[in-house]
């Protein structure tokens, strides 16, 4: 059990991670004004990638829930993942990569 929990930490981190580095102008969304952390809010993302804002803060705050692949998949295109990125997205929400 304690490496499912190990695992959804770092989902979380990884999540985290991935969106602070991209830029709103980078994904497309106008800048708003100023940011308290850089990058893409919560809420841009799940905008982005068609998912409730609540769902992707329990996501991004590591607790256990279910995502398909589907929804990494747009998940990993919000956040512009390359292929060994995407690999480890999966590989931490425990989803077979396509």
Known sequence: MANRLDRYEELSRFLRSRRER?????AGV?????????????????LL??????????????RHINVSAEVLDRIA?????????R???YHLARKQFP
Do not use: F
């Not at 991209?22 to 980078?26: A, T, Y």
């Not at 068609?50 to 992707?56: H, I, K």
């Not at 295109?77 to 990125?85: A, F, G, H, R, T």
């Open 22 to 26: 991209i830029s709103p102008e980078q």
């Open 30 to 46: 106008p800048d708003s004004g100023r940011r308290r952390t850089p990058g893409l809010r919560r809420s841009e993302v799940a």
């Open 49 to 62: 990638a068609d998912v409730g804002l609540d769902w992707y803060t329990y996501l991004e705050q590591g």
């Open 77 to 85: 295109k919000v956040l512009q993942l390359d292929e060994s990125e």
């Open 87 to 89: 690999r480890h997205l």
